[in-house]
């Protein structure tokens, strides 16, 4: 896996807060978020065929929010069992009924409940990906680094925000986390969509690259 900054080119295309701060217990609220679609209450959505289940642990101490190894602390604070179950199936019913193609929806996170990772597969390929806001150059903006940065990936591109930006002339805390990162990748004819919280660039391409190899191996 490897990365590149993109500040200030755009064909761009995963949420990360402060390390121990527990996030999954924010997934009943996050779910709230997720497109309704008359007619879809889970599994498929008429007509469509789903793909292939998720795996049930990524890279980085993942696992699914519906697996067995998650905590039962956790589940609780999530809304419990069945309200997870609920969410993940309405996800994917409802991207597949309103694109009306095969999908995927997972929700990660670790057994700490420190990280919070969502994540969705269709039909597609990457392209224009500018969900935060189209990137402008941090000289521009006289800064050394903007609240809002692009990564270029192996196979895909990320879109970066940060808390806050930094002062020209100064460097960055190599140890500082993104708020969010969310990356949109690509391969054999499938799109992978993979928003973090908790997570560095790195390790959220990582987990995103994992899908990948999962797919096609």
Known sequence: MSTSNRPSSARTALLAAASGVVLLAAVVG???GLPEVAGAEGGEGPGVEALAPLPESLPGDLVSLTSPEM??????QSGGAEA???IVDSGAANVAELYGEPSAFGIYGRTDGSVLVTVTVGPGEPGLFVP???PISPEVQGVARST???VQTDDGVCSVIYAQPIAAGQAADPAELPQRVHCQLGAD???YDVTSQGLSIEETVTAADALLEDEQG
Do not use: M, R, S
């Open 30 to 32: 996050f779910a709230v």
């Open 71 to 76: 905590p039962a602390e956790i589940v609780e």
């Open 84 to 86: 997870l179950a609920d």
């Open 132 to 134: 935060d806001g189209t």
């Open 148 to 150: 809002l940065d692009f």
């Open 189 to 191: 004819g499938l799109l």
